[in-house]
């Protein structure tokens, strides 16, 4: 009986780890990029390089990065390396890179 139960349990534990990545993924909408995109090419920022921060989708930017508003988006952003970043401002994780 206990051989049956530990497969059981890991497929579990498996499936409860998948719950958990889904529901950290940011989904930003059509309309929010639209705003985002349009906010950003009015207000321009200087570039900042960061070493040893890669830019990808997860990523945390460190607390001395300053991250600026867009209105009505709950993201901030920030341009690191000539790339517009949009950051979780709970977390300071990337959560969308704009090219």
Do not use: C, W
Request: net charge negative; aromatic share 4%.
């Amino acid at each position: 009986m206990k051989s049956h139960l530990v497969p059981a349990a890991a497929g579990l534990a498996l499936l409860a780890g998948v719950g958990v990545a889904t529901a950290d993924q940011v989904i930003i909408t059509p309309e929010q990029q639209t705003v985002v995109r349009e906010y950003v090419e009015r207000h321009p920022l200087a570039s900042i390089s960061l070493l040893g921060v890669e830019l990808n989708v997860g990523s945390t930017l460190p607390d001395t990065v300053e991250l600026h508003e867009v209105p009505d988006v709950e993201y901030r952003y920030v341009v690191v390396d000539d790339r517009t970043v949009l950051v979780d401002p709970g977390t300071r994780r990337i959560v969308q890179v704009i090219d």
